[in-house]
T-cell receptor
Framework: EAGVAQSPRYKIIEKRQSVAFWCNPISGHATLYWYQQILGQGPKLLIQFQNNGVVDDSQLPKDRFSAERLKGVDSTLKIQPAKLEDSAVYLC??????????FGSGTRLTVV | AQSVTQLGSHVSVSEGALVLLRCNYSSSVPPYLFWYVQYPNQGLQLLLKYTSAATLVKGINDFEAEFKKSETSFHLTKPSAHMSDAAEYFCAVSDVMAGGTSYGKLTFGQGTILTVHP
């Protein structure tokens, strides 16, 4: 099966600018996740979707981060405005009931 | 709340030696447990997972892990290290979602960097 696709792979922006990341999960996976991985740490969940509904966004900094999954397939994560501490790898993952839990290659964001 | 502790942020072994990466978890419900490997500038690749079947789980590349409920541990082992095993390894725990049919969020440990010396 094709993997989880993410773009772009790398992004460098200045603080206070906005940025968007895109994710296309594995076909048929109803559950989609966005994780933030800061250098030297394990990934931390930002938001979880079940189809196009939000299941868990308790760790999403909602004053600057937003995410959507309008048609229950691909998803976008946006940061506006970015801060220096948002520099991280943003990982998208998708899962199927009782089956695989697969991560994309991630987008590495550098905020300068 | 769930949590994962990986003992040792860095582990160094010689090629051919036993690899042992330690993971302890806490969870209020029977957990699902995972080990992932991450190579530089890449995403997370699943090595193995425990989903309440056999307590000894075999994964890819000769890795295996044993679920010990009494010790709340899920340590990862490999009998003989290869140079290609050098990477960062993450242990993670997940609740089962409502209905028991899917995974919830993964809570990760801080990671263990494995170095393999010739």
């Amino acid at each position: 099966e094709a993997g989880v696709a993410q773009s772009p792979r790398y992004k460098i922006i200045e603080k206070r600018q906005s940025v968007a990341f895109w994710c296309n999960p594995i076909s048929g996976h109803a559950t989609l996740y966005w994780y933030q991985q800061i250098l030297g740490q394990g990934p931390k969940l930002l938001i979880q979707f079940q189809n196009n509904g939000v299941v868990d966004d308790s760790q999403l900094p909602k004053d600057r981060f937003s995410a959507e999954r309008l048609k229950g397939v691909d998803s976008t994560l946006k940061i506006q405005p970015a801060k220096l501490e948002d520099s991280a790898v943003y990982l998208c993952a998708s899962s199927s009931p009782g089956g695989s839990y697969t991560f994309g290659s991630g987008t590495r964001l550098t905020v300068v | 709340a769930q949590s994962v502790t990986q003992l040792g942020s860095h582990v160094s072994v010689s090629e051919g030696a036993l690899v042992l990466l330690r993971c302890n978890y806490s969870s209020s419900v029977p957990p699902y447990l995972f080990w992932y490997v991450q190579y530089p500038n890449q995403g997370l690749q699943l090595l193995l997972k425990y989903t309440s079947a056999a307590t000894l789980v075999k994964g890819i590349n000769d890795f295996e892990a044993e679920f010990k409920k009494s010790e709340t541990s899920f340590h990862l082992t490999k009998p003989s290290a290869h140079m290609s095993d050098a990477a960062e390894y993450f242990c993670a725990v997940s609740d089962v979602m409502a209905g028991g049919t899917s995974y919830g969020k993964l809570t990760f440990g801080q990671g263990t960097i494995l170095t393999v010396h010739p």
